[in-house]
């Protein structure tokens, strides 16, 4: 299973984005206190659109009660990171990945990352900035992890419950 993971978010906009797509995506969401932001629909209904109702997430008090209720495979993001998404595998059968991203300001702490250094991740980019809003790295990382697993379940084409697969070609 894929998860992704938000270490103290600041910003409701972001973590709205991330539950859109979360949601949109099947992925479970966790979410690691300090929040920069009350957790009220009323914050991240403008990110979440009316899509938060199928969110699936939990929030922890800590780290440590976050590690003790999830064993799994830890990507993290970070600029600091040595490899990029590509290179990481996110195909080993029966294993519970959570794909983790610090708050916007200072990212995941460093003592929590040096105990991780093999599965640090960096978004390539160039030297003009240090890094990309959050729920763009999100998304990057995400989808990635998604194509490897061939989309999990996903729909590759306009489903019929929406608009359907034909849409672009039917006479209006």
């Not at 797509?21 to 992925?27: L, R």
């Not at 979440?48 to 064993?71: C, I, Q, T």
């Not at 790295?137 to 697993?149: I, S």
Request: charged share 25%; hydrophobic share 35%.
């Amino acid at each position: 299973m894929l998860n992704v993971v938000l270490y103290a978010p600041e910003i409701p906009q972001n973590t709205g984005n991330i539950m859109r797509t979360c949601a949109g995506t099947n992925t479970f969401l966790h979410l690691i206190e300090p929040l920069g932001f009350k957790l009220d629909p009323k914050y991240l209904k403008r990110s979440g659109v009316n899509y938060l109702e199928h969110a699936h997430y939990r929030v922890y008090k800590s780290w440590d009660e976050f590690k003790e209720y999830n064993p799994g495979v830890y990507v993290f993001a970070t600029r600091y990171g040595q490899k990029s998404p590509d290179m990481m595998n996110f195909t080993i059968p029966n294993v519970d990945y959570y794909l983790i991203f610090g708050k916007e300001s200072t990212g995941i702490p460093k003592n929590i990352l040096k105990q991780y250094l093999d599965t640090c991740v960096r978004l390539p980019m160039n030297d003009k900035i240090r890094s990309l809003n959050l729920a763009n790295c999100v998304c990057a990382v995400l989808y990635e992890a998604l194509r490897q697993r061939g989309y999990d379940n996903l729909y590759r084409a306009e489903p019929d419950t929406l608009k359907g697969n034909d849409w672009l070609i039917k006479d209006e």
